[in-house]
């Protein structure tokens, strides 16, 4: 495992290409275009504001760099530096902003959600969508790129509006029986869509493409909802995290509840493995390194650690939200499968120091991750089983089926990995501090434990 | 005298009552007489004596004084007497029945001491069952009390947990609510923004050059038949994605059946073994009527083998059959299970002790094998260990250590003792052969000389000075050679023979090539004599041929011929 230097960024905004080649970065005013492999600069664009959102077209020749307070948009080619678009949205706004699958349109929220515009930058034309929906996620485009869905709010009811990327045409437009739709999202196969409610009510609804209801799905009354839905990679799985800490697996042939995974304070009674984060604490007053560490800089705080198989039972720390808080910090809200559908990550807000690895075959779990601090971002690799993880210090954290490691990014100064992406290749890491990011570079054979 | 006989009745009936204690003295005559009486006219004395005595004893005054008074009884006394007697009688008579009027009245008290102990006793069984009426009363009670605080802690909890729920409902509303707020105070100051803002910023695009679409094709203008297209387009991708599921779901269905139908058929093979064992549960189950109905579905599958159950019926068949034969599987296990825990606990009925028996007696056996396996085991064991370790003379123990191998081994000693006399013969003939091949060429070689004298004597005739002397000579000494030659040839044949024989050892590699030699030669030599008369320069020749065809075999020639030479020479010498 080979780490790269360290680079700035600002905002968290680390893109790879899509095609993989390019690693853009936004670092205050400029956007930072580099080539993956060798970590040149190739390009260097400036922006007229600090850049709040940044995002590469589908084709990998246009990188959008938003600029929410200014409510600007300026598109830069990556064929010809000199070419410029810049968008306003003069005194509307500008919420989010976002590329269309084509690459070629941008589609940009605007302030109080009044409405969506879409800007073609092949015809400088412009399309309203009104009344759009200010929620969770109201806006998904289907894996294909061919539809668009967005949820509607108009007289007090929830409405979802599905359109032709092509032309914007707008296929379907039916109401949907949600108190208050929170999301939508395409399956990965672009024939179902999946809607559900806000947290006071679990209700999660499934409607074909043309807009028939297909199901609908509700655990339980009154008690809070839906905190999180991802859908398997093969479409065979819609996996629905609640507040009740509690998994839900509804399959795509009668969308019935096929299991439900429960994460206890105390694991007991199960195959799965369980690995703690132990910390290796270096020798104090030995005299071997004193010189080196002090050359080293900050290394003496950076403490080594592996990671240790618990025996059953083993008890997560649990951290008890406050109860008069809204949207309290309990329930699944991270979901993530593998790229094969074999595997589902969890992460339980309450537990929040534990990754919980389910095995989508036996559906059972399959490991448990307890890290010494809170974990922040996890990931899986695009190509193989293989999750990455992130607790907001000095470590990046490995698990796959056969087994886990630790590694300490080797950087001076102490670089807190805040949150990781994949490379498409599943080559390599870009981990995202504060300030500051560095690619790590995978090796082709597999880690041990 | 009527008087006297109500005395002797009344005596006789004392005297009865008192047989026991009978004074000693002469009491013999006062016993009842022959008649029955007490006393009679002999005994008078006797028995006045008696009865006074008796009186006395009852404390009372005797009726007359002395018996030598006279036999004259003192009247007086006697009635007195009498009227005592009859006083304490009837005294007697009247504590008899007081007695017995106290034993009535203790006889009734004891009856209704009894009558009311019963009752009591009843009374108390029937308080002791109420009692334990009222126990169990009470304790049904104690559940109920029970039960119901678990359903009001049940019900305390649910409310609570509502109460949770409200109220993270309603922080969740309030949350929203401010939210909502929040963002309409924006709203509001956005639009007095606007409203105070005499600029207006447009909306507006700045694009340097346009760019062409993605696909590179041209856009289309929107129209109903795009409309149409893309309504087409979104429901062929709806029924491909249902084609695929439909087909993956036949995959499914398929495998599934295959499955189903293996195990029907192993289901039924295991219950058809256990047919003639369990002939008894195919009675029990109505046997024919089973029987029948499997036979019917091996029929059924046999038939429907190649064709998939597609229709319901078909595939309810299958299903329902797979029940059936599973339900008789399950019941059968069952039924060995029970048998297997009856025969454990030793409630054996006749049926089931036969099985027991059989399996004790199979348990006998099988541990008899494992004692004979051991035993066996052991003595092997035990071979073993003399074999390896006790210490044996040499030649037992070169003996026995190819004691296995000893016919073969005798086999192969004749075997080549046989080969060996083969090769010995083989030996012999071929030294016959070398020594009648030296001899041959030793005769040729002779004749050569003969022949080249002869000729030279023949060309020393033709011409004018011929020497007659030598070539004689010559003729007579080759002759003489010859015949020397021959002589000596056989006379140290022999020797050479012998020599050779001696020799033998180190000849060896050299009689092996010199048979190919010998037959070389011996081809060569009918060559000569075909061509000898003819000329002698291809005799040279071939002598020549001869000597340079084969130079090594020829030194080896010259080695034998000038060993023999030399023999001869050392012979003749």
């Given at each position: 495992?080979?780490?790269s230097?360290?680079?700035?960024?600002?905002?968290?905004l680390?893109?790879v290409?899509?095609?993989?080649k390019y690693?853009?970065?936004?670092?205050?005013?400029?956007?930072?275009?580099r080539d993956?492999?060798?970590?040149?600069?190739?390009?260097?664009?400036?922006c007229?504001?600090?850049?709040s959102?940044?995002?590469?077209?589908?084709?990998?020749?246009f990188?959008?760099?938003?600029?929410y307070?200014?409510?600007?948009?300026?598109v830069?080619?990556?064929?010809?530096?000199d070419w410029?678009?810049?968008?306003d949205e003069?005194?509307?706004?500008?919420?989010?902003?976002?590329?269309?699958?084509?690459?070629?349109?941008?589609?940009n929220?605007?302030?109080f959600?009044?409405?969506?515009?879409v800007?073609?930058?092949?015809?400088k034309?412009?399309?309203?969508?009104?009344y759009?929906?200010?929620?969770?996620k109201?806006?998904?485009?289907?894996?294909?790129?061919?539809?668009m869905?967005?949820?509607?709010?108009?007289?007090c009811?929830?409405y979802?509006?599905?359109f032709?990327?092509?032309d914007?045409?707008l296929?379907?437009?039916?109401?949907?029986e949600?108190?208050?739709?929170a999301?939508?999202?395409?399956?990965?196969?672009?024939?179902?869509?999946?809607?559900?409610?806000?947290?006071l009510?679990?209700?999660?609804?499934?409607?074909?493409?043309?807009?028939?209801?297909?199901?609908?799905?509700s655990a339980y009354?009154?008690?809070?909802?839906?905190?999180?839905v991802?859908?398997?990679?093969?479409?065979q799985f819609?996996a629905?995290?609640?507040?009740?800490e509690?998994?839900r697996i509804?399959?795509?042939?009668t969308w019935?509840?096929?299991?439900?995974?429960?994460?206890?304070?105390?694991?007991?009674n199960?195959?799965?493995?369980?690995?703690k984060?132990?910390?290796?604490?270096?020798g104090?007053?030995?005299?071997?390194?004193?010189l080196?560490?002090?050359?080293?800089?900050?290394?003496?705080?950076?403490?080594?650690?592996?990671?240790?198989?618990?025996p059953?039972?083993?008890?997560?720390?649990?951290?008890?939200?406050?109860?008069?808080?809204?949207?309290?910090?309990i329930?699944?809200?991270?979901l993530?499968?593998?790229?094969?559908?074999?595997?589902l990550?969890?992460k339980?807000?309450?537990?929040?120091?534990?990754?919980?690895?389910?095995?989508?075959q036996k559906?059972?779990?399959?490991?448990?991750l307890?890290?010494?601090?809170a974990?922040?971002?996890?990931?899986?690799?695009?190509?193989?089983?293989?999750?990455a993880?992130?607790?907001?210090?000095?470590?990046?954290?490995?698990?796959?089926?056969?087994?886990?490691?630790?590694?300490?990014?080797?950087?001076?100064?102490?670089?807190?990995?805040?949150?990781l992406?994949?490379?498409?290749?599943?080559?390599s890491l870009?981990?995202?501090?504060?300030?500051?990011?560095?690619?790590?570079?995978?090796?082709?054979?597999?880690?041990?434990? | 005298?009527?008087?006297s006989?109500?005395?002797?009745?009344?005596?006789?009936?004392?005297?009865e009552c008192r047989?026991?204690p009978?004074?000693?003295?002469?009491?013999?005559?006062?016993?009842?007489?022959?008649?029955g009486?007490?006393?009679?006219?002999?005994?008078?004395?006797?028995?006045?004596?008696h009865?006074?005595?008796?009186?006395?004893?009852?404390?009372?005054?005797?009726?007359?004084?002395?018996?030598?008074?006279?036999s004259e009884?003192?009247?007086?006394?006697?009635?007195?007497?009498?009227?005592d007697?009859?006083?304490?009688?009837?005294r007697?008579?009247r504590?008899?029945e007081?007695?017995?009027?106290e034993?009535?009245?203790s006889?009734?008290?004891?009856d209704?001491?009894?009558?009311?102990?019963?009752?009591?006793?009843e009374?108390?069984e029937?308080?002791?069952?109420?009692n334990?009426?009222?126990?169990?009363?009470?304790?049904q009670?104690?559940?109920?009390?029970?039960?119901l605080?678990?359903?009001?802690?049940?019900?305390?909890?649910?409310?609570?947990?509502?109460?949770?729920?409200?109220?993270s409902?309603?922080?969740?509303?309030?949350?929203?609510?401010?939210?909502?707020?929040?963002?309409?105070n924006?709203l509001?100051?956005?639009?007095n923004?606007?409203l105070?803002d005499k600029?207006?910023?447009?909306?507006?695009?700045?694009?340097?050059n346009?760019?062409?679409?993605a696909d590179?094709k041209?856009?289309?203008?929107?129209?109903?038949k795009?409309?149409?297209?893309h309504?087409?387009?979104?429901?062929?991708?709806?029924?491909?994605d249902?084609?695929?599921?439909q087909?993956?779901?036949?995959?499914?269905?398929a495998?599934?059946?295959?499955?189903?139908?293996?195990?029907k058929?192993d289901?039924?093979?295991i219950?058809?073994?256990?047919k003639?064992?369990?002939?008894?549960?195919?009675?029990?189950?109505?046997?024919?009527?089973a029987?029948?109905?499997?036979?019917?579905?091996?029929?059924f599958?046999?038939?429907?083998?190649?064709?998939?159950?597609?229709?319901?019926?078909?595939?309810e068949?299958?299903?329902?059959?797979?029940r059936?034969?599973w339900?008789r599987?399950?019941?059968?296990?069952?039924?060995?299970?029970?048998?297997?825990s009856?025969?454990q606990?030793?409630?054996?009925?006749?049926?089931d002790?036969?099985p027991r028996?059989?399996?004790?007696?199979?348990m006998?056996r099988?541990?008899?094998?494992?004692?004979?396996?051991?035993?066996f085991?052991?003595a092997q064991?035990?071979?073993?260990?003399?074999?390896l370790s006790?210490?044996?003379?040499e030649?037992?123990a070169?003996?026995?250590?190819?004691?296995?191998?000893?016919?073969e081994?005798?086999?192969?000693?004749?075997?080549?003792?046989?080969?060996?006399?083969?090769?010995?013969?083989f030996?012999?003939e071929?030294?016959?052969?070398t020594e009648a091949?030296?001899?041959?060429?030793?005769?040729r070689?002779a004749?050569?000389?003969?022949?080249?004298t002869?000729?030279?004597?023949?060309f020393l005739?033709?011409?004018p000075f011929?020497d007659?002397?030598?070539?004689?000579?010559?003729k007579?000494?080759?002759?003489?050679?010859?015949?020397?030659e021959?002589?000596s040839?056989?006379a140290v044949a022999?020797?050479?023979f012998?020599?050779?024989?001696?020799?033998?050892p180190?000849c060896?590699?050299?009689?092996?090539p010199?048979?190919?030699?010998l037959?070389?030669?011996?081809?060569l030599?009918?060559e000569?004599s075909?061509t000898?008369?003819?000329?002698?320069?291809?005799h040279?020749?071939?002598?020549s041929?001869?000597?340079?065809?084969a130079?090594?075999r020829?030194?080896?020639w010259?080695?034998?011929?000038?060993r023999?030479?030399?023999?001869?020479?050392n012979?003749?010498i």
């Amino acid at each position: 495992m080979n780490f790269s230097e360290v680079f700035k960024q600002t905002n968290q905004l680390c893109k790879v290409s899509p095609d993989g080649k390019y690693l853009a970065t936004c670092v205050q005013y400029r956007l930072v275009v580099r080539d993956v492999s060798t970590l040149q600069i190739l390009q260097l664009y400036t922006c007229l504001d600090q850049v709040s959102h940044m995002e590469w077209s589908s084709d990998s020749l246009f990188i959008l760099c938003a600029m929410y307070n200014r409510g600007l948009v300026q598109v830069w080619s990556l064929e010809q530096p000199d070419w410029h678009c810049k968008i306003d949205e003069g005194s509307i706004g500008l919420v989010s902003s976002r590329w269309s699958p084509d690459g070629r349109h941008i589609l940009n929220t605007t302030e109080f959600h009044l409405r969506v515009t879409v800007w073609s930058l092949c015809t400088k034309a412009v399309s309203y969508i009104k009344y759009p929906k200010a929620c969770q996620k109201g806006i998904d485009f289907s894996r294909d790129g061919r539809y668009m869905a967005l949820a509607e709010r108009r007289d007090c009811k929830d409405y979802v509006c599905v359109f032709v990327c092509d032309d914007w045409h707008l296929l379907r437009h039916f109401e949907t029986e949600t108190q208050d739709l929170a999301g939508l999202e395409w399956s990965p196969n672009g024939c179902v869509l999946a809607v559900w409610d806000s947290c006071l009510e679990y209700k999660v609804l499934l409607y074909s493409l043309d807009g028939r209801l297909l199901s609908t799905y509700s655990a339980y009354e009154w008690s809070l909802g839906v905190k999180s839905v991802s859908w398997s990679p093969s479409s065979q799985f819609l996996a629905i995290g609640s507040y009740d800490e509690k998994v839900r697996i509804l399959n795509h042939i009668t969308w019935k509840k096929i299991t439900q995974f429960e994460h206890p304070a105390i694991i007991d009674n199960t195959k799965a493995t369980v690995y703690k984060e132990a910390e290796k604490r270096p020798g104090v007053g030995s005299d071997e390194m004193p010189l080196h560490n002090i050359t080293m800089g900050a290394t003496l705080f950076n403490t080594q650690s592996k990671y240790e198989i618990c025996p059953l039972p083993v008890q997560i720390p649990v951290v008890k939200p406050d109860p008069d808080r809204a949207s309290p910090k309990i329930g699944i809200s991270v979901l993530a499968f593998s790229s094969d559908s074999r595997y589902l990550a969890t992460k339980n807000d309450n537990m929040a120091t534990a990754v919980w690895v389910w095995d989508m075959q036996k559906m059972s779990l399959e490991a448990v991750l307890e890290q010494t601090s809170a974990v922040r971002c996890f990931q899986w690799d695009p190509l193989r089983p293989r999750l990455a993880l992130c607790a907001g210090n000095t470590k990046l954290y490995l698990w796959s089926p056969g087994g886990c490691v630790s590694v300490q990014v080797p950087t001076e100064g102490g670089f807190q990995v805040q949150s990781l992406n994949w490379h498409c290749s599943g080559d390599s890491l870009i981990l995202l501090g504060k300030e500051q990011l560095c690619l790590c570079y995978m090796d082709t054979d597999q880690e041990d434990k | 005298m009527p008087e006297s006989s109500t005395v002797k009745d009344v005596l006789s009936s004392s005297v009865e009552c008192r047989t026991s204690p009978l004074r000693r003295f002469s009491l013999s005559a006062l016993h009842r007489n022959s008649l029955g009486v007490f006393c009679s006219e002999d005994n008078v004395q006797e028995c006045l004596s008696h009865i006074s005595q008796e009186v006395s004893s009852f404390g009372l005054r005797p009726a007359w004084t002395e018996p030598g008074s006279g036999s004259e009884l003192n009247i007086v006394a006697a009635l007195n007497c009498m009227y005592d007697l009859i006083q304490l009688h009837r005294r007697g008579l009247r504590t008899l029945e007081n007695m017995e009027v106290e034993q009535l009245k203790s006889n009734s008290n004891v009856d209704f001491l009894q009558l009311s102990t019963t009752r009591l006793k009843e009374q108390l069984e029937i308080s002791k069952r109420e009692n334990t009426g009222l126990l169990e009363r009470e304790r049904q009670l104690q559940l109920k009390v029970k039960s119901l605080q678990n359903c009001l802690k049940n019900e305390k909890e649910e409310v609570q947990k509502l109460q949770n729920v409200i109220a993270s409902r309603a922080s969740q509303y309030n949350h929203e609510m401010k939210r909502k707020e929040r963002e309409f105070n924006k709203l509001k100051e956005r639009l007095n923004q606007l409203l105070v803002d005499k600029k207006e910023k447009k909306q507006a695009i700045d694009v340097l050059n346009n760019i062409g679409r993605a696909d590179g094709k041209r856009s289309l203008w929107k129209t109903e038949k795009m409309e149409a297209k893309h309504e087409g387009e979104m429901y062929k991708t709806l029924l491909s994605d249902y084609d695929t599921r439909q087909r993956e779901l036949q995959l499914e269905n398929a495998e599934l059946r295959k499955v189903l139908q293996q195990m029907k058929k192993d289901m039924v093979s295991i219950l058809s073994s256990r047919k003639p064992a369990a002939k008894g549960d195919k009675h029990e189950h109505g046997g024919t009527q089973a029987a029948s109905e499997e036979e019917d579905d091996e029929a059924f599958d046999s038939s429907k083998e190649s064709v998939e159950l597609y229709c319901v019926h078909a595939r309810e068949k299958l299903t329902n059959s797979i029940r059936l034969q599973w339900r008789r599987l399950k019941s059968h296990v069952e039924r060995l299970d029970s048998q297997v825990s009856s025969a454990q606990t030793g409630e054996s009925k006749s049926t089931d002790a036969v099985p027991r028996e059989t399996h004790e007696e199979e348990m006998d056996r099988l541990k008899l094998e494992i004692q004979q396996c051991k035993d066996f085991i052991q003595a092997q064991q035990q071979l073993l260990q003399q074999q390896l370790s006790s210490p044996c003379d040499e030649e037992t123990a070169s003996l026995l250590s190819d004691c296995y191998m000893l016919q073969e081994k005798e086999r192969l000693g004749d075997e080549w003792k046989t080969l060996e006399e083969q090769r010995k013969i083989f030996e012999r003939e071929r030294r016959n052969f070398t020594e009648a091949a030296i001899r041959l060429s030793h005769e040729r070689k002779a004749f050569e000389e003969d022949r080249a004298t002869w000729l030279k004597h023949q060309f020393l005739n033709l011409s004018p000075f011929s020497d007659s002397k030598k070539p004689s000579l010559s003729k007579s000494k080759s002759a003489f050679l010859i015949s020397a030659e021959t002589d000596s040839s056989a006379a140290v044949a022999p020797e050479k023979f012998i020599k050779h024989r001696s020799e033998s050892p180190r000849c060896v590699p050299l009689t092996s090539p010199s048979t190919a030699d010998l037959y070389r030669t011996l081809c060569l030599i009918p060559e000569d004599s075909s061509t000898k008369p003819k000329r002698k320069t291809e005799h040279v020749e071939e002598s020549s041929v001869f000597c340079g065809n084969a130079p090594v075999r020829h030194k080896r020639w010259d080695g034998i011929q000038d060993r023999t030479l030399s023999q001869e020479k050392n012979s003749s010498i």
